[in-house]
């Protein structure tokens, strides 16, 4: 295969935040049983990914934009029924529910973040509630984890395409029948 057939699609930046949220959330997930320092640091490390990931997606390349990833709600129930017909098209960046599980992961790092910091206040500290919400969007976390590495590894099979290296070198092939929007 020709590197010139190589498309730059996910820049060192994205690639960085994706492998350091990655290993600070496992991280945070194995020391969950001992409620401590390290799971407090884990915690305000993911956390802090997510924060740069934000605005990164505001002010980073292309395909780190939400503004290019984010299809709208009707679109992404679309390329669903696709997917489930075997007719989903291939994309450079994310494919519309990819976009939307960014939004999601994102979102449920950043929860955990504000609820893990939230009860260690002397205003919130030792409330049930929270330390249940706390703990039942780390199981959402988990769950959402368990489908993207689902939906990578059945996308790569799908378009004959190996996304986890291409989240690595940051490149994929342009075969020329990808969406590049």
Known sequence: MSTKNKHAVWDLPIRLMHWALVATVAAAWITSSRIGAAHEYFGYAAAAVVGIRLAWGYTGSRYARFTQFLSPVPQTILYLRSVLNGTASRYLGHNPLGGWMVVAILSCVGLLGITGWLATTEWLWGYAWLVALHAGTGWLLLA?????????????WQHRENLVAAMVSGKKLDRGDADIT
């Open 144 to 156: 959402l984890i368990a489908l993207h590495v689902a939906g990578v590894l059945f996308t790569s």
